[in-house]
Nanobody, 123 residues
Framework: QVQLVESGGGLVQPGGSLRLSCTTS????????IGWFRQAPGKEREGVACTSTSDTSTWYTVSVRGRFTISRDSAKNTVYLQMNNLKPEDTAVYYCGATTAQAMCVIRFYDDWGQGTQVTVSS
């Protein structure tokens, strides 16, 4: 069973930045895609940013486009989410997920999950 571990969350002021990391115990190439999802209190988990493991294809939810960037370092078995110009509505628990299905950022196809890291954006 492959493990995914998130880190990098914390408290930041609006307009600030954070970088989240997702480290896997196995090979990134074993998955079709790896993504970042978030869940705010009282809301369903939603896709934020996802990346193919085999090419440069990426997907971002509309609300974070131009502010967030997903990247990966295969040698470190790590996927990153650089979050800039953070807004209060970005507050959520952020989860790293991985899928072997050919679906970039469709949550129901994601098989493995980390335990999440809290991101709080507040003045």
């Amino acid at each position: 069973q492959v493990q995914l571990v998130e880190s990098g969350g914390g408290l930041v002021q609006p307009g600030g930045s954070l970088r989240l990391s997702c480290t896997t115990s196995g090979f990134i190439s074993d998955y079709f895609a790896i993504g970042w999802f978030r869940q705010a209190p009282g809301k369903e988990r939603e896709g934020v940013a996802c990346t193919s493991t085999s090419d440069t294809s990426t997907w971002y939810t509309v609300s974070v486009r131009g502010r967030f960037t997903i990247s990966r370092d295969s040698a470190k078995n790590t996927v990153y989410l650089q979050m800039n110009n953070l807004k209060p509505e970005d507050t959520a628990v952020y989860y790293c997920g991985a899928t072997t299905a050919q679906a970039m950022c469709v949550i129901r196809f994601y098989d493995d999950w980390g335990q999440g890291t809290q991101v709080t954006v507040s003045s």
